[in-house]
């Protein structure tokens, strides 16, 4: 059974820093793409970043662009998020889902921009 | 970019209902359209890739169609455990992108 786990959302006073990360099983990670989504409060789904499986590839939403940074690490079935230089605006929760067809989703992180 | 509208953005129908929800890209996608459920407090649940591939567990009672630019999901008959938002994402091409989601309510 798939499983992905995201961690490391809290609260983080704008201009502030923080790092997500996702655990993955159940699936041979390092063999698809990954996507972070994220939804802010009563709002619909927004694509934020994929990577490719090899990491070759990195593609981002032109509202993170420049501030957000999609990695992975295969060998320990992991994703990450580093988003830097947050707005008030990036408050969401944030999932991580396999592939570009987004088949499977964890259960989320929220993350909270405020001072 | 290419932008994905979903209609309508909201609707009431009752249990037994057949229920279809379009969404329309600004260009041609051919059959990369994904099509999911959410309920609230939840994760989005994928119910449909390739525009008409059920996923795994998904009843048949969900269907997608189209190509191109035009799709659709249709419930055929509506039970209480469907009352969600559905939304639909392209992926074609980056950046990905939802529609603004559907959310279908009791009548």
């Known amino acids: 059974e798939v499983q992905l786990v995201e961690s490391g959302g809290g609260l983080v006073k704008p201009g502030g820093s923080l790092r997500l990360s996702c655990a993955a099983s159940?699936?041979?990670?390092?063999?698809?793409?990954m996507n972070w989504v994220r939804q802010g409060p009563g709002k619909g789904l927004e694509w934020v970043s994929s990577i490719s499986t090899s990491s070759s590839y990195t593609y981002y939403a032109g509202s993170v662009k420049g501030r957000f940074t999609i990695s992975r690490d295969n060998a320990k079935n992991s994703l990450y998020l580093q988003m830097n230089s947050l707005r008030a605006e990036d408050t969401a929760v944030y999932y991580c889902?396999?592939?570009?067809?987004?088949?499977?989703w964890g259960q989320g992180t929220l993350v909270t921009v405020s001072s | 970019d290419i932008q994905m509208t979903q209609s309508p953005s909201s609707l009431s129908a009752s249990v037994g209902d057949r229920v279809t929800i379009t969404c329309r890209a600004s260009?041609?996608?051919?059959?990369?359209l994904a099509w999911f459920q959410q309920k609230p407090g939840k994760a989005p649940k994928s119910l449909i890739s390739a525009a008409s591939r059920l996923q795994s567990g998904v009843p048949s009672k969900f269907s997608g169609n189209g190509s191109g630019t035009d799709f659709t999901l249709t419930i055929s008959s509506l039970q209480p455990e469907d009352f969600a938002t559905y939304y639909c994402?392209?992926?074609?091409?980056?950046?990905?992108?939802f529609g603004g989601g559907t959310k279908v309510e009791i009548k």
């Open positions: 889902a396999t592939s570009t067809s987004s088949n499977d």
């Open positions: 994402q392209h992926y074609n091409s980056y950046p990905l992108t």
């Open positions: 159940g699936f041979t990670f390092s063999s698809y793409s």
């Open positions: 260009q041609g996608i051919s059959n990369y």
